[in-house]
């Protein structure tokens, strides 16, 4: 049999593989090397190599310290399951167990609290430097088509967790926001029945919005920054938009270098989140009163925008704007990288596209305000 025709036993690619890949992990490290490959697979990871721009640029660092505070959220969510009861009767005795009786149980709320704001902000922030930057041009499209989805889930998670204190500001916001989805031409009646579970708020409506908070939300963003971080790790970042970075062609290691930078803001942002919950705690208002109409709900800050422009429409235009307005906003950010797909990345070079981009801003921005 000639060399070329010998079978190659499998410990000999495992030989040769830890020598490409360095010394090989022996002891437990070995053990667990030979099992699973993961030693190899999670060095491999760490050694990814980006442009030396990235690691001197902070808005880079966006992605990375999102997923840092979208760990932060699941953990203090996890903490949270532990006492909370998905019901009408004792929904809000257990979130004023949690705030007021149980150890830390206020400081882990109030992290929860406003680390759902800091994570629509992070992403936002995330989606705009992505499309200043151009980065969602050939072959990216699908990165940020996921990022686009990510934004969508994050306000999903904030719309489903605001009924679960079951208090008067969750329970008639909620209220508002689904009788706001009834409006929607053809389809509303059915929305707003699915929702709530029935015409009126009451246990089907906490348990579906729970479930879906606690387990399809989580499900779905899980996989999705899965394929996100593989869509990005598998393109590469995107080429820079200023010519003195695409001229200096070295790279650096992903670890350390931009995994220390990510680490030390998501510690600055963890400090940030335990000082305003201890200068404020998470609100907890009144437990929810169906019979209380006077009532004057408002919904979390980033609703806040097409709440207020709701009204300024007359009643006649309502319905329709409801379905517009985000229709027009969300189809334009996925349909984006199918019609801007020429090969100029500068911002100001694509009037058209940030116009209209800084318009969707200004819009926000304003009605926000206002609605504050």
Not at 274 to 295: C, G, K, M, Q
Not at 333 to 354: N, V
Request: charged residues 15%; positive net charge.
């Amino acid at each position: 049999m000639s060399f070329s025709e010998k079978a190659i036993h499998p410990q000999d690619i495992a030989n040769r593989r830890g020598k490409a890949g360095g010394r090989r992990p022996t002891g437990i490290a070995g053990w667990i090397e030979s099992r699973t490959g993961m030693i190899s697979a999670s060095r491999s990871f760490l050694r990814w190599r980006v442009p030396k721009y990235v690691e001197q640029n902070l808005l880079y660092s966006l992605g990375g310290l999102t997923l840092i505070a979208l760990i932060f959220q699941v953990f203090t969510g996890l903490c949270l399951t532990f006492y909370y009861d998905p019901g009408i009767e004792a929904a809000y005795n257990s979130v004023d167990y949690i705030t007021y009786q149980v150890p830390l149980g206020w400081l882990v709320r109030s992290i929860h609290h406003y680390n759902a704001s800091a994570i629509v902000v992070l992403v936002f922030l995330h989606l705009l430097r992505t499309f200043s930057f151009s980065a969602y041009k050939r072959p990216r499209e699908l990165t940020w088509l996921s990022g686009v989805g990510l934004l969508l889930i994050t306000l999903g998670f904030g719309f489903t967790g605001y009924l679960l204190p079951w208090d008067q500001k969750g329970y008639w916001a909620t209220t508002v926001g689904t009788q706001i989805a009834g409006q929607v031409p053809v389809v509303g009646g059915m929305l707003s029945t699915l929702m709530r579970g029935g015409t009126g708020l009451g246990q089907l409506t906490l348990t579906r919005f729970y479930v879906t908070h606690v387990a399809l939300l989580p499900g779905v963003i899980f996989l999705l920054i899965l394929f996100h971080l593989q869509q990005h790790r598998h393109h590469g970042v995107a080429p820079s938009i200023l010519k003195r970075d695409q001229a200096k062609s070295s790279t650096v290691p992903f670890f350390p270098n931009w995994v220390n930078t990510t680490l030390l803001l998501g510690l600055g942002l963890l400090a940030i989140l335990i000082f305003l919950s201890w200068r404020e705690r998470a609100p907890l208002a009144f437990p929810a009163n169906p019979a209380d109409t006077d009532y004057n709900p408002k919904p979390e800050w980033y609703f806040l925008f097409l709440f207020e422009l709701l009204h300024y429409a007359p009643g006649a235009i309502e319905p329709l704007l409801i379905v517009v307005v985000p229709l027009v906003v969300i189809g334009s950010m996925i349909l984006l990288p199918f019609i801007d797909t020429g090969e100029e990345r500068r911002p100001w070079r694509k009037p058209l596209t940030s116009f209209i981009a800084l318009f969707y801003v200004g819009v926000i921005v304003v009605f926000t305000y206002l609605g504050w």
